[in-house]
């Protein structure tokens, strides 16, 4: 049976390594391929160096300046020769970029059966995130298998008259990736972070993450003003940023927090390395899906700075708190937290609904069980 993964961006990497390398170890049953679009590239091949994942097929195509007619319409094409030659029984795509959009258009086309991963999270706002909701959406109605990561998420598919039997409910790989690394990055921290832990010392710190097309403009000029409010009031801690590649993040950031104290501002950090900051902060500020589901696990409160959210699951079960991107709401929920131990001890111990760190597994054999089907009828 021949499977072919195709993934684009930083945490499609993340979230999709596990899953190639899990479906590469069953060579007898599968024979698998990777294709990248390489929708990002300095911040992919460091995930893919991370995971020893040689792509057998790199379709190279970040431009810069690119827009989204063009990255649509370069994936659907650039795609058709490795589907042509290639020929995959599954195609699998992740999530809810334009590489998982056009990559299962495309896929579609070649008559592969399509399996989306990550399947079934909604906002039920079309325009909000842009576009990734509608990535999302329009991926459910090409794919034949949703994997999706809870029971929300098959709720949201079943909705959407999308039949049962073609919803499997499988944890998100996320967890996977985290729970097989941590403990290695833990052991054997790198140079990079054994020279920045001589910096932190005993300090505690507060790692923050954004990059969200929605808080472009004055959402991230709030978030910064925030940043700069909570190191001002905690001389004691350390506020640790690294700051995504984009322009539009770039610079409201380096304008108003450069020169504040305690904000240490980074360029972004290797997947490890993001681990261990993790493992060693105190408190969590993003905007980020994949931080939000990875948290969890290592028992640290997130606050959330989204006015919406594809990840209700997170909400209700009090690992993270939505913020939004108000100035006072982000200031006053960190300096609550941080300043209530109570509060701060509850959050840290609740239960992580995003899985168990075996969704790989689970996806490989539901795979591997329809082919014995196949071959028995
Ligand atoms: N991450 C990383 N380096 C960083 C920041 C984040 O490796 O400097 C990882 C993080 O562990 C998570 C993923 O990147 O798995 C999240 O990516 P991002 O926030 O860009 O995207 P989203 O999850 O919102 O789609």
Redesign the pocket.
Same mark, same amino acid.
């Given at each position: 049976t021949k499977i072919l993964i195709i993934f684009g961006t930083?945490?499609e990497a993340?979230k999709m390594a596990p899953l190639a390398k899990e479906f590469l170890k069953n060579t007898d049953l599968f024979d698998t391929k990777i294709c990248v679009t390489a929708q990002h590239r300095e911040m992919l091949d460091q +995930?893919l160096q991370f995971f020893d994942i040689t792509p057998d097929f790199d379709l190279d195509l970040m431009k810069p300046g690119q827009n989204l007619y063009g990255l649509t319409a370069s994936i659907i094409t650039n795609l058709q020769p490795v589907l042509e030659n290639f020929s995959p029984d599954y195609v699998f795509v992740h999530g809810d970029t334009t590489t998982t959009m056009a990559g299962g258009i495309a896929a579609f086309y070649s008559g592969a059966k399509v399996c989306h991963i990550e399947a079934g999270l909604r906002t039920h706002n079309k325009r909000s995130p842009f576009p990734e909701e509608i990535n999302r959406q329009v991926t459910s109605r090409i794919a034949d298998y949703h994997f999706a990561p809870t029971t929300t998420s098959k709720e949201n598919l079943l909705v959407e008259n999308i039949a049962e039997d073609s919803i499997i409910v499988t944890g998100n790989t +996320?967890i996977d990736a985290l729970l097989e690394s941590v403990e290695k990055v833990n052991q054997e921290p790198s140079p990079y972070i054994q020279e920045f832990s001589k910096t932190l010392g005993d300090k505690e710190m507060i790692l923050v #993450?954004g990059?969200?097309r929605e808080n472009h403009g004055d959402g991230f000029i709030r978030i910064c003003e925030a940043l700069k409010a909570i190191a001002l009031d905690n001389s004691d801690r350390l506020i640790v940023y690294?700051v995504?590649l984009n322009p539009n993040v770039q610079e409201p950031v380096k304008r108003i927090l450069t020169e504040v104290p305690n904000v240490l501002l980074l360029a972004?950090?290797?997947?490890e390395d993001?681990?261990w900051m993790?493992n060693r902060s105190k408190l969590i500020i #993003?905007?980020?899906?994949? +931080?939000q589901e990875?948290a969890p696990s290592l028992g640290k409160p997130v606050l959330v700075m989204r006015d919406t959210t594809e990840r209700p699951e997170a909400v209700d079960a009090g690992t993270v708190i939505l913020v939004g991107t108000d100035t006072d709401l982000i200031v006053s929920e960190a300096l609550d937290l941080l300043n209530n131990p109570d509060r701060f001890d509850t959050m840290s111990r609740l239960h992580n609904p995003y899985g168990d760190g075996k969704a790989c597994k689970r996806i490989v054999d539901f795979i591997g069980s329809l082919e014995t089907v196949e071959k028995i009828s």
């Amino acid at each position: 049976t021949k499977i072919l993964i195709i993934f684009g961006t930083r945490p499609e990497a993340i979230k999709m390594a596990p899953l190639a390398k899990e479906f590469l170890k069953n060579t007898d049953l599968f024979d698998t391929k990777i294709c990248v679009t390489a929708q990002h590239r300095e911040m992919l091949d460091q +995930v893919l160096q991370f995971f020893d994942i040689t792509p057998d097929f790199d379709l190279d195509l970040m431009k810069p300046g690119q827009n989204l007619y063009g990255l649509t319409a370069s994936i659907i094409t650039n795609l058709q020769p490795v589907l042509e030659n290639f020929s995959p029984d599954y195609v699998f795509v992740h999530g809810d970029t334009t590489t998982t959009m056009a990559g299962g258009i495309a896929a579609f086309y070649s008559g592969a059966k399509v399996c989306h991963i990550e399947a079934g999270l909604r906002t039920h706002n079309k325009r909000s995130p842009f576009p990734e909701e509608i990535n999302r959406q329009v991926t459910s109605r090409i794919a034949d298998y949703h994997f999706a990561p809870t029971t929300t998420s098959k709720e949201n598919l079943l909705v959407e008259n999308i039949a049962e039997d073609s919803i499997i409910v499988t944890g998100n790989t +996320v967890i996977d990736a985290l729970l097989e690394s941590v403990e290695k990055v833990n052991q054997e921290p790198s140079p990079y972070i054994q020279e920045f832990s001589k910096t932190l010392g005993d300090k505690e710190m507060i790692l923050v #993450t954004g990059h969200r097309r929605e808080n472009h403009g004055d959402g991230f000029i709030r978030i910064c003003e925030a940043l700069k409010a909570i190191a001002l009031d905690n001389s004691d801690r350390l506020i640790v940023y690294p700051v995504h590649l984009n322009p539009n993040v770039q610079e409201p950031v380096k304008r108003i927090l450069t020169e504040v104290p305690n904000v240490l501002l980074l360029a972004p950090l290797a997947y490890e390395d993001f681990i261990w900051m993790m493992n060693r902060s105190k408190l969590i500020i #993003t905007d980020s899906g994949g +931080v939000q589901e990875e948290a969890p696990s290592l028992g640290k409160p997130v606050l959330v700075m989204r006015d919406t959210t594809e990840r209700p699951e997170a909400v209700d079960a009090g690992t993270v708190i939505l913020v939004g991107t108000d100035t006072d709401l982000i200031v006053s929920e960190a300096l609550d937290l941080l300043n209530n131990p109570d509060r701060f001890d509850t959050m840290s111990r609740l239960h992580n609904p995003y899985g168990d760190g075996k969704a790989c597994k689970r996806i490989v054999d539901f795979i591997g069980s329809l082919e014995t089907v196949e071959k028995i009828s």
